[in-house]
């Protein structure tokens, strides 16, 4: 295992017996700026940009190499970004079919009720006069998982961005719906298996940044192949997207993040087609 940059850079330093102030003073760099780099403690330093400029400066001084410090400084960067993320398979065998005979009973079955329906609909409608009726909320709540609660009463707009994480809010337009209907979302530490099926466990509502893994699992039924997006927001901003592909008729998939110190505050992870927010759920990322 290649060792990290400021373990080289301390162990040259104190094998020369050169204080860390006589450094500071050289390279113009604050003493507790080259203390943290010495414990790569990278969270107390300003942009990787600015750190970048302190390792080469540290190295010049040094006589050290200074791309293969910016190097290792690099792959330590590489190992922030979060992975590429699975795709789960699901069970497609097909379901078995009925006879003939036994479908033809059952279409005839499904005309007669729905003709029926159609004239009590009819009947009700001439003899009953209008009513005037508020329009209901476009937000509505689903049960997506055995650990996710339901809510039976629509939730108000101006509700949906502090809900808890339980509560998972599925924002339909009123004139077109979309492509997909979302059967499960939610958040846990471990991706499971359970009668042959993938499943989300450790169902929480926090994570640490002590390099916890969050994952972040949606099912979807669709009638087509589309794309979905999981978006990851930190305070209120995008932190990172991942599109994936789902297929009919039902499919999972699921992303995650490794959270570290820097990570600590609050988050949303979303599960979006194009930009219509299909699930969204809040969580924070204690120390």
């Known amino acids: 295992m290649l060792e990290s940059p400021g373990k080289i850079l301390r162990r040259e330093r104190e094998s020369r017996s050169i204080p860390l102030e006589k450094i500071c003073a050289f390279t113009k760099i604050k003493e507790h700026y080259l203390k943290a780099i010495e414990e790569e403690r990278y969270d107390l330093l300003p942009h990787s940009l600015y750190v970048k400029g302190y390792l080469k400066s540290y190295s010049r001084y040094l006589s050290l190499d200074e791309k293969n410090i910016l190097s290792l400084y690099e792959d330590y960067l590489k190992s922030l970004l979060p992975p590429e993320p699975q795709t789960l398979p699901v069970d497609d065998t097909p379901l078995p079919t009925l006879p003939k005979r036994k479908r033809f009973l059952l279409a005839s079955i499904f005309v007669a009720v729905l003709v029926l329906s159609i004239i009590f609909l009819a009947t009700y409608l ?28 629509p939730l108000p707009i101006e509700d949906s961005e502090s809900m808890p994480l339980h509560q998972v809010m599925v924002e339909e337009e009123i004139q077109s719906a979309s492509a997909f209907e979302i059967l499960e979302a939610g958040l846990g530490t471990e991706i499971d298996k359970e009668n042959d099926r993938q499943v989300l466990t450790g169902n929480v509502s926090t994570f640490h940044s002590n390099h916890q893994r969050g994952y972040f699992f949606t099912r979807f039924k669709t009638s087509e192949i589309k794309r979905i997006a999981h978006v990851w927001l930190f305070e209120g901003k995008e932190y990172h997207r991942i599109e994936m592909e789902v297929k009919p008729p039902v499919w999972s998939v699921f992303s995650y993040l490794t959270f570290r110190p820097q990570h600590t505050g609050n988050w949303k992870a979303e599960a979006r087609d194009g930009d219509q927010v299909l699930a969204s759920l809040n969580f924070k990322v204690l120390q």
């Open 126 to 153: 001439l003899s009953t006069p209008p009513k005037v009726e508020l329009a209901s909320s476009p937000f509505f709540s689903v049960a997506p998982a055995t650990a996710i609660q339901r809510e039976e009463e």
